[in-house]
Structure formats: C-alpha cells, structure tokens
C-alpha cells in the first residue's frame, strides 16, 4: 500500500464477536486492494450476558416483531463508531472512497446505513446478514451491494439473501447476490473472491 491509502475499507464483525474476528478476512482483500486501508472496529455494546464478545444490538428475545426497533436503536451507536474510523483515516467528506464489508449483524447495520440514507458509501458487502428495517423515504440507491450468503446457514437463513435482494432492487440499489451451496454461516473462498473483484470495481479511479 502507498503510504496515503486510496480507499477505507471498514469491517464490521456480527454478533458476539470482535474487531479482531475479521481481520483475516481484511487481509484476505487487500490483494484486490492493494491501496485501501482496512479498519475493523469493535461494536460498541458488551455481548449480553457477559464474556469477550461485543453486539450493535442485543438479539436476546429478538423477533420479526421487534428487530426493526432495535436496528434503529443502534443507529446512533453505529454511526459514532463508523465516523470515528472516518475521520480517523481522513476519509472525512470523501465517503465515495469509503466502503463497508459487514459479516451477519455487521451486515445487517451496513444495509441499514444505506436503506436509511445516512452513509452513502462507495459500495457495501453484506454477508450472512438481513436487510432488517424498513426501507427509508431517501435510500443512498447509488450506492453498489453485493450481497453473500450460504444456503445452509443456521443463524441467518439463505432466504434472507434474496429477500433483501428484491427490496433493495425495488428501492432503485444495484444489487449482486451470490448463495453458495453447502455453506453454512460464514464467507467461503469463492465469496472473497466475489467481494474482492466487487470492491475493486466499486472503488476503480475513472481514467484521466
């Protein structure tokens, strides 16, 4: 990487885990960008019930009912987090160079920034995640989502992928999906891939 990154790739772990937990999947990236600066934060919120994980939101006796409640909730905790790492990087007022790569509850936070309208990033990859709230009145349609899912996941069902596929096309979003078989509630080899050449397209310099 050039001593003054290009990009800012921003990491967002799911639920019970940490910033450290996606690390691995940063380095995985990075050969498809090379210039990026990958962060991974820390959730802002101890795991309920205690031990070392973190959460955006709490997913005890979390339902249909009411996660869209609790999404929205965690907004204003996400975006200090997000903005924080932002600004950190000098990303400030450059968000066409910023983009989001969240696994499970990251990803649900990251479709949640741009269904609401507050982060219209350059590209967002949502994996093993759910668009989780209501689409808002100004959605940052522009803004490109690859969206990643295994068809034997057990915490977050394979349905969720083109569910949230279909809506956000309807809301004006570019959307690329990809379900691969026999995978459970993780990011398989061929998902890295899929997200690397996205992002590297998503963040492509037009030519002088």
């Not at 989001?100 to 093993?128: E, H, K, T, Y």
């Not at 096309?169 to 379900?179: D, L, N, P």
């Amino acid at each position: 990487m050039s001593s003054t990154p290009e990009s800012l790739v921003i990491l967002l772990h799911g639920v019970g885990a940490d910033g450290a937990n996606l690390v691995p999947l940063g380095e995985a990236l990075k050969g498809f960008l090379p210039d990026a600066l990958f962060v991974s934060p820390d959730a802002p919120n101890l795991l309920d019930g205690g031990g070392a994980g973190r959460q955006w939101f709490s997913v005890v006796g979390v339902s249909d009912g009411n996660r869209a409640r609790r999404i929205v909730e965690a907004r204003a905790d996400f975006d200090r987090v997000v903005a924080r790492e932002i600004d950190k990087a000098g990303f400030g007022g450059r968000l066409d160079r910023v983009v989001f790569v969240g696994f499970s509850q990251g990803a649900i936070m990251s479709l949640d920034a741009l269904v609401d309208g507050r982060w219209p990033v350059a590209a967002v990859v949502a994996a093993s995640g759910r668009l989780g709230a209501p689409i808002g009145p100004k959605p940052a349609s522009s803004t490109p989502v690859l969206i990643l899912h295994g068809e034997r996941d057990d915490v977050i069902a394979a349905a969720e992928a083109p569910r949230a596929a279909r809506l956000l096309e309807g809301a004006g979003f570019a959307v690329e999906t990809h379900v691969y078989p026999g995978l459970g509630h993780g990011v398989s080899p061929e998902g890295l891939q899929a997200a690397g050449a996205f992002l590297a397209r998503a963040l492509k310099r037009p030519s002088a």
